[in-house]
């Protein structure tokens, strides 16, 4: 039996109804959803997780027949296995797994998809090089490809520089899409644990046009006088003379 075979097969003997169905909601795969269309097999993520480690030496031909299912845990599964083909690659294999990814965000089409990827792959890889190809994905029509962009930005702050999240958020400070907005606060606030100045420079610009959701994002960790104040738009700064 191919090894495709073997994790499909092991894959559907731990598939769920239930759960499937609860995915179905919760990834919002009904019409009109922004996961619409898509397929669940019902697996939770920890098993999934423990599968992608079983098979983490599979080939890349192999992962791509993964990635391409239907099955949103499947796509997840390949994920997982290719961030576990990454951190033991030397920098030229790093590469082709960079150039791989990005040949199939098409399949990389939900949230957790994204989170669970970006900023593990191409977050890395990208540290020291050019990322002209995030503010591509920044600007771009898909929705998901704008999220990579900005969550790719995470590995980023975790090392101390924020120059290009601040420039993506700025691109996405407007954004259309509950997703994005987000994905924006979440990175704002993970910059501000680690410089609230920085954080609080870029919302003395936006904090009154920006989303709601983006604000309330960006500002979970400051104090509730402090949210409050943002939240109605009174907050006042001292600028530095």
């Avoid at 190809?133 to 590995?155: C, E, N, P």
């Avoid at 920006?210 to 960006?218: F, K, Q």
Wanted: with cysteine.
């Amino acid at each position: 039996m191919s090894v495709i075979k073997s994790i499909y097969k092991e894959l559907e003997e731990l598939s769920n109804k239930k759960i499937a169905s609860h995915s179905y909601q919760f990834f919002k795969a009904y019409p009109g959803g922004y996961g619409e269309g898509d397929k669940f097999l019902g697996i939770r993520v920890p098993i999934l997780r423990g599968i992608s480690k079983k098979y983490r030496t599979i080939t890349l031909e192999d992962i791509e027949k993964l990635i391409i299912s239907e099955y949103h845990e499947i796509r997840l599964l390949s994920l997982f296995i290719l961030v576990l083909h990454f951190k033991k690659a030397k920098e030229d294999e790093q590469k082709i797994i960079c150039d791989f990814y990005l040949r199939h965000t098409e399949y990389i089409n939900n949230w957790d998809l994204v989170d669970s990827s970006a900023h593990y792959i191409l977050g890395p890889y990208l540290i020291d090089k050019d990322k002209q190809v995030l503010y591509q994905m920044a600007k771009s029509t898909l929705l998901w490809d704008r999220r990579i962009g900005m969550m790719t930005t995470f590995h980023f702050i975790k090392q101390g520089q924020f120059n290009d999240a601040l420039n993506i958020a700025e691109i996405l400070v407007n954004d259309n899409h509950d997703l994005i907005h987000k994905a924006v606060g979440w990175m704002l606030r993970e910059i501000g644990n680690r410089d609230r100045k920085v954080e609080e420079e870029f919302l003395e610009k936006y904090y009154k046009t920006m989303p709601r959701t983006m604000l309330r994002y960006a500002i979970e960790k400051f104090s509730r006088e402090e949210r409050t104040e943002y939240l109605s738009g009174r907050k006042y700064y001292i600028l530095d003379c």
